[in-house]
């Protein structure tokens, strides 16, 4: 079991910057889909995000796709990178930290917030919607 658990962990560096790419895509290419496939299904996700888009709760998986589905619809994304990440192999959570830059479509306003990715890692199991083993379980932002 101890050797397993090693090639398991051995995996981690690269499972980790897989997960970072698809959120870069997904608020990249305004792709709610992306982000649901990183949502877990058996519990609540807690987001948080200052105006102008001005909501905070805790919802379910199909209610953050239809959430960020309202967003990315009126909310175009012109840059978003993520700037640091900090976990370690042994622990089952990490942040990522990006930058989100985005022009509301309404009225051509730019806003840039910071936003945070709370992790959580879990066993890859059968049915999952992706193939990473990464789950977003906390989303906060807050204005530059």
Do not use: C
């Not at 200052?50 to 990315?72: E, N, T």
């Not at 022009?103 to 840039?112: H, L």
């Amino acid at each position: 079991m101890g050797h397993l658990a090693v090639i398991l962990l051995s995996f981690l560096p690269i499972l980790l910057p897989s997960t970072t790419q698809n959120i870069e895509r997904a608020f990249l290419q305004n792709d709610p889909h992306m982000l649901y496939s990183l949502f877990p299904s058996e519990s609540y996700i807690n987001i948080s995000l200052p105006d102008p888009i001005s909501f905070s709760d805790q919802v379910s998986d199909q209610q953050a796709y239809f959430l960020f589905k309202k967003i990315f619809a009126s909310f175009t994304t012109f840059e978003f990178y993520s700037e640091n990440h900090s976990s370690s192999l042994e622990e089952e959570s990490t942040i990522i930290k990006a930058r989100w830059s985005f022009r509301d479509q309404k009225n051509s306003n730019q806003y840039v917030f910071n936003i945070f990715f709370y992790l959580t890692r879990r066993p890859l199991q059968a049915g999952d919607k992706s193939g990473d083993a990464w789950r977003i379980t906390e989303i906060r932002a807050a204005k530059i």
